[in-house]
């Protein structure tokens, strides 16, 4: 596969959005988009921040914060649903002690929120021996159900697998659990960081990392439908590892970053990967828990949470 000349363009100096973590967003419309961070105090447990940008993430202000009291709160996600609200979940824990993954609803663009449900939780003696669940990941369905992947160590015989579980109301109720990485036949690898992005053709693309294999490496599989996956642990790409965040650009190819803080870009649904110019970020593998998202067709922000809230404006070469 052959990419067209030229390198991705990073020149701007990247924005700055203070102490924090996992910054994820949600676009609104053309020029407004959600985020929410992980923020950190010592006086309390860590809470989620949402913000929002009325000039397609140039600049951001203060909307929210939601707390769990006395639990830690972080691994944000937000979703917004066809009817235009919204639903955000994280992780929510006491260590230790207790683990859920509780779903809040906005119907105010994210002024105000209302718990929900919950996803799944931990409890009792797997708590005690701190087997979590983390890192959520909400996506809609071709029919416009709500579904969400997540990374669980509930499961005996596991040291950790990647679930599925889909609501049939708008994250009112979820359906039985689905596991949808594991190692076969149980073991020590942790699948887990999944995140989805639904193909041109209207398949799945899932990617998420392998921890016991290298330093995290990136794995994928491909669902027809966003609920029918392949068995096993997937097909691995070479060259990233840990935290993958992939993305389908408008003109229908797919853009990679993980925390080796590079690029890669495929015109064939996955199975060639090519990097893309110079690197996101000005460092090597770094525990930087990156996310991607076109704002413009050949535009995209890149957000990295290393200590500092980071957000880069790429510009992409051409076919």
Known sequence: MTLASGKASTA????????????????????????????????????????????????????????????????GHLLRLPNGNLLLTG?????????????YASAQGGRAWQRLSNIDAIEGNAAAQKRGLWEPFLFLLPDGRVSVIYSSEK????????????????????????????????GKLRPGMGVVSRLADGRYFLVYEVVGLGRGLVHYKIS????????????????????????????????????????????????????????????????????????APGEVLAVRSEGMIRLRWITLPTR
């Open 155 to 186: 499961h005996e015989g596991y040291s950790q697998i990647l679930s599925q579980k889909t609501s049939q109301d708008g994250g009112h109720t979820w359906g039985a659990e689905r596991h949808i990485v594991e190692e076969p036949r149980g």
């Open 12 to 75: 701007a100096p990247p924005l700055e959005l203070g102490r924090g973590a996992w910054g994820r967003l949600e676009r609104l419309d053309d020029q407004r988009w959600l985020m929410v961070v992980t923020r950190f105090s010592t006086q309390e447990p860590s809470r989620l921040e949402v913000l929002l940008s009325t000039n397609a993430c140039r600049a951001w202000q203060h909307v929210t914060d939601l707390r769990e009291p006395g639990r830690k709160f972080d691994n």
């Open 91 to 103: 992780r929510s824990l006491v260590d230790g002690q207790s683990y859920h993954l509780p779903v």
């Open 224 to 295: 027809p439908d966003g609920e029918q996956w392949p068995g096993g642990l997937g097909t691995p790409i070479e060259g990233h590892e840990a935290a993958p965040y992939v993305i389908t650009l408008s003109d229908g190819r797919l853009l990679l970053t993980s925390c080796q803080n590079t690029l890669s870009i495929s015109e064939d649904t996955g199975r060639t990967w090519q990097r893309v110019g110079r690197e996101t970020w000005p460092v090597s593998f770094r525990y930087t828990w990156p996310a991607l998202y076109e704002i």
